[in-house]
């Protein structure tokens, strides 16, 4: 590759604005970043505009889970991730494979799933038992019940892979534009014509909006109903321990990986829901969520539960009614495509933005039947379908769940260790 390594292109208030771009991109995630990339590959000039950071989103948050087995793109998903450190000419980190431990029957019986799911598509599983478990992870005890080794999937380092898209539609002509907020939009009949900002006017000749838990406001602005729910979610990081032969262990209803450096990093609900004016308004904080998380994290690793979370955090997960993303092109306008991923945006990354630049070039996805992911499944939703499905915010902010007085003390969060 003859990619350059070069800064982010930062362009403060004080940078010229584009007059306009082909295409447009609102949402500086992994979702408009991989789409952006894929469009400029293609010779598309493509602009990326984020009201902030790249990656302030859930993209630089999550747990790095490069396996959607249930998802009309998993094949590409997985034909892909192998390759994108050569495709993107920056690393991701990405390690192929994953084990899932079960500590009960139950567990055990939940992720036969993705066992069955890649076998539908032809992917090899391998049933563990304990013995087997403990051979391939050294963290692990004496209360496993079984485990998997799947033979796809893996994980790679969010923002790594965050910083390589955007590096990456960099070196191929594509633009991006932080600190450039999307308030509005102008419009000819059905045909979006720009985008107004906090810095000005943009045009295009088509746009895409993938801005997260947002993307259902601003399209509301088009007068075009995304459904969407707003979740915090979090995750902890413990000091580094000595490295695994695979890093993408899970399971305990936790997701999560080992990092290069030897950090577990983890996490896994509950979630808390939330008002979509709460992401305008918080920064993402940790709760004493974050201590059930590290009490399943000693439960899945008892070796290592004397291990120390040094960090954690919280992210905005966007969730549409039924779970699945949406990514289609609306019919009422003629250059407008939606995609919001539902919590599964980051490993779908390489496939969601191929998607995206086929409808957008195309008017179709050339790999994938995208039926599932069409705005028009939620035409007959309830209005009130948040509070139907048990996910609206609470009054109040969530009682902590936790027996350990030691989590109850949150100076002593960071730090504690995760069996304490
Ligand atoms: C704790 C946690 C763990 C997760 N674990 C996994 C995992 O293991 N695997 C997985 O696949 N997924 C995981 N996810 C979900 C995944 O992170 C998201 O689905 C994905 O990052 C969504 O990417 P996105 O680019 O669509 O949206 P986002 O990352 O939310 O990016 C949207 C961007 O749009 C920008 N924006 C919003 N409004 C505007 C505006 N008006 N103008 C300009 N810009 C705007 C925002 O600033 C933001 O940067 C996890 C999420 C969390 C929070």
Known sequence: MTAQHHPTNYSGPSDDVPAGASVVIVGGGVTGL?????????????????????????????GGGCSHHHSPLFLEEQRLWPMMDELLGYPTEFRPNRIRIALDAHQFLLYRRALDNGAFHGLRSDVLDPRQVRELVPFAGDNVFGGYFYHFGGHANPHRTLQAYAWAMQDRGGRLLQHTNVTGFTMNGDHVTGVNTNRGHIACDHLVLAAGPHTGELAAQLG???????ARAEMIVTEPLPLMSIGGVDGNGLYG????RGNLAYGGGPHEWIDLADVNRQRPHSTP????????????????????VIRSWAGFIENTPDGRPIIDQPAQFDNLTLATLSSVGFGLSPASGHA?????????????????????????????WRTLQGWAPLPS????????????EPEQDVLAPLGS
């Open 34 to 62: 991989s789409a952006a990339w894929w469009l400029a590959m293609a010779g598309v000039d493509a602009l990326v505009l984020d009201a902030g950071l790249i990656g302030w989103g859930a993209s630089g948050r999550n």
């Open 224 to 230: 075009v109903d995304v459904p969407l729910a707003s």
């Open 257 to 260: 990986r080992q990092t290069l």
């Open 289 to 308: 969520l974050q201590c059930s998380i590290a009490a399943r994290v000693a439960a899945l690793f008892p070796k290592v539960a004397h291990a120390r």
């Open 356 to 384: 995206i630049r086929d409808l957008v070039i195309d008017g179709t996805c050339s790999f994938a039947d995208l039926s599932s992911f069409a705005l028009s499944r939620f035409a007959n939703l309830e209005p009130d």
């Open 397 to 408: 902010p969530l009682p902590s769940p936790l027996a350990s007085p030691r989590c109850n």
